[in-house]
């Protein structure tokens, strides 16, 4: 047996999997640090899934391989656009922020089935693209034995989603915008005294929300599944919340737990070659990333250091 | 005084009643936005509902797991807690009870009973667990009431191919006799729609919640620590010991869901690919219904109605029934973000205080 290769293998697929995590953990990370809580995840991940796919399969006859890219990018849009209902219900009208967010996850849901029956006369998926991302190889980088498969062989959309962490922890960290990003969520008042606009800026971080989310989503339609049907995301989306969570709310930190969500669905498959199952039921190693969450959380994370006011509607004028 | 109260009471009521009606109003934008007549289709979704003795006898059946689900999630919503774990907690009790209603022997006065119990412990421990961490570990509810969802999932599925499914089978054996609890009478009386004594159980639990909540010492208790956790402390009560409990309650309200769902419907349970989808309906429930009892219970109807009705629409007006849920969520949007909805209402409130003046 050539260890080598699995754990080649291993990294491979981790690498795979955590890239629609990723780009949803980030998606979070603005909304909540801006002080809106952002349960939504799941839906606008939907969203973008669908989009993707839709887009993708409209242009795929006239674009061919570049069709992808432009399902990814009206993914992006339409993800953006899709966060708006939760940004004017917890922004504008003060809303409880996990229930706007339940109620997105629901429109989410249904809206995408609804439309793709009426696209796809009648059928609850879309039917499976010609044209999705391919693997890329770098030039060189990928000769190298085991690390090269490992690493250098991947989707374009994982390459961009670990561009999209140092863009993260850059402009939350290093910006004037990401300060007051942070600001609004830690002490909206204070960054109204100051004269930041709390109410816009909340705005936009959460239609960067819905967009980095909805990347997610259509990373997973356009890479890994071909097509998108109800169980595309599958809960993805809130496993992508355990990840920000887990990470606090810093986008390395986010970007850590989504790699090792990718590695606990990754060893589901390396356990079934190893024909471990005749020891561990299956059963045990699907519930193992979130037994595992929850033991994290409750163990090494300890008390959550969430932004100071997450959740809390701001009130110009309030004192 | 009564005046006051009497304001405060329509208005609980109004904003629902116009969350509603937007929310309609919403699904039937989709409905002309993808070619379909909205009246045709609506039209078809109540005559589906009441149009047979058979489809109303399931509409109540339809019901009955979300007057469950609701209370679980509105209860703990009391103690200032969000329940999204209703979910894995129905799940539980369906296990407990298929593994109550399969192994053991007895009397049905006593069989029944007991694996109902069974199920309300299991959905209780379920939901502790939950609330255990908040209290001892501080960890997030939401989070861990999620992850819960998935372990039951997983975990009800070891339960039953590890022992309650012959190999090659993809359910369980059925429940014992004495353990069944659907109603063969009233059934018959509705052209076999499977009616149960878990309706019954659900309004006895509504009603439960109302005296536990606001008749009780205990209930006070919940409460208070639902709306002011220190000033709650300050007087001297077990803030921790509060949120336990109030999860264990919720988690026991879907525990008996689940069960009454296989002993009355199912009668024996079938490995799981998915969630269910009561739990997560039973959060738009609790929302819709105002986190009250009579609340839930209405807010079950209406939500029983939309998605049984849902596939008569999608039958005979040709609308996917997946436009349901896009009128529900409407609905919980607005019910949430109620200052838009006090937009609408605002003129029919002016209007009543100059009538009454």
């Known amino acids: ?319 | 005084m009564n005046k006051v109260i009497a304001v405060f009471t329509k208005e609980s009521f109004l904003v629902p009643a116009v969350a509603i009606l937007l929310g309609l109003l919403t699904g039937a934008i989709a409905m002309l936005a993808g070619g379909f007549n909205p009246i045709d289709a609506y039209t078809a979704l109540i005559k589906k509902v009441f149009g047979s003795a058979y489809n109303f006898g399931e509409t109540i059946r339809q019901i009955t797991p979300l007057i469950f689900t609701g209370l679980a999630v509105a209860f703990a919503f009391r103690t200032g807690l969000f329940n999204i774990g209703a979910e894995g907690q129905f799940i539980v009790g369906m296990i407990a009870s298929t593994v109550v209603g399969v192994s053991f022997d007895l009397p049905a006065i006593i069989h029944a009973p007991l694996a109902i119990l069974a199920g309300a412990v299991a959905g209780g421990l379920w939901g502790a667990i939950a609330g255990y961490l908040k209290a001892a570990r501080g960890v997030n509810e939401v989070i861990t009431s999620i992850m819960l969802n998935w372990v039951a999932l997983y975990f009800a599925n070891w339960v039953m191919n590890a022992f309650f499914i012959p190999a090659g089978k993809q359910t369980s054996e059925e429940v014992k006799d004495s353990a069944i609890i659907t109603i063969g009478w009233l059934a018959e009386m509705f052209d076999n729609a499977r009616l149960h004594w878990g309706t019954l159980i659900a309004v006895l639990a509504a009603i439960f919640f109302y005296i536990i909540l606001w008749k009780t010492k205990s209930g006070f208790e919940l409460r208070s620590v639902g709306l002011n956790p220190h000033a709650s402390e300050y007087a001297g009560m077990n803030v921790n010991r509060n949120v336990v409990k109030a999860m264990f309650i919720g988690g026991m309200f879907a525990g008996i869901g689940g069960a009454t769902e296989i002993l009355g419907v199912f009668h024996y349970q079938a490995i799981m690919t998915q969630h269910t989808g009561y739990g997560f309906d039973g959060i738009a429930v609790a929302l819709i219904g105002g986190n009250t009892p009579f609340g839930v219970i209405l807010a079950a109807i209406l939500f029983g109605v939309l998605t049984f009705g849902a596939s008569g629409m999608q039958f005979s007006a040709g609308v996917p029934f997946e436009l349901i849920r896009v009128v529900i969520a409407s609905v919980i949007f607005f019910v949430a973000a109620h200052g838009i909805v006090k937009i609408f209402v605002k003129p029919i409130l002016m209007k009543k205080k100059e009538g009454g003046h």
């Open chain 1, 1 to 319: 047996m050539d260890w080598g290769l699995i754990l080649s293998n291993l990294v491979h697929d981790t690498i795979v999997f955590s890239t629609a995590l990723i780009f949803a953990a980030l998606g979070g990370l603005y909304s909540e640090r801006s002080g809106v809580v952002n349960i939504a995840l799941e839906g606008m991940m939907i969203i973008g899934a669908f989009t993707g796919a839709v887009m993708t399969y409209a242009f795929q006859d006239s674009l061919g391989a570049w069709a992808p890219w432009v399902g990814f990018i009206a993914a992006g849009i339409a993800g953006s656009i899709f966060a708006l209902p939760h940004a004017v219900a917890s922004v504008t009208f003060k809303a409880d922020q996990t229930v706007s967010g339940v109620a997105l996850n629901f429109l989410a849901a249904g809206l995408s089935i609804y439309l793709t029956k009426i696209i796809f006369d009648g059928a609850g998926q879309t039917t499976t693209l010609n044209t999705v991302f391919n693997k890329f190889s770098i030039p060189g980088l990928s000769e190298i034995p085991y690390i090269g498969h490992a690493i250098f062989e991947a989707y374009p959309t994982s390459y961009l989603a670990f561009i999209a962490v140092f863009l993260t922890w850059y402009i939350v960290f290093k910006t004037p915008f990401g300060l007051r990003l942070r600001s609004v969520g830690e002490h909206p008042r204070a960054a109204d005294t100051v004269g930041i606009n709390v109410k816009r800026m909340r705005y936009t971080a959460v239609m960067i929300s819905g967009m980095l989310a909805a990347l997610g989503g259509a990373t997973i339609s356009l890479t890994t599944t071909s097509n998108f049907s109800h169980n595309t995301v599958s809960g993805q989306g809130f496993i992508a919340i355990a990840a920000l969570i887990f990470g606090k709310w810093h986008p390395m930190g986010a970007m850590g737990a989504a790699l090792f969500f990718g590695v606990a669905q990754a060893i589901k498959s390396l356990v079934q070659i190893f024909g471990l199952t005749n020891y561990i039921p299956t059963e045990f190693i699907f519930m193992l990333p979130y037994v595992l969450t929850i033991l994290v959380m409750a163990g090494l994370v300890g008390r959550s250091s969430a932004p100071a006011a997450l959740g809390k509607p701001y009130d110009t004028g309030s004192r």
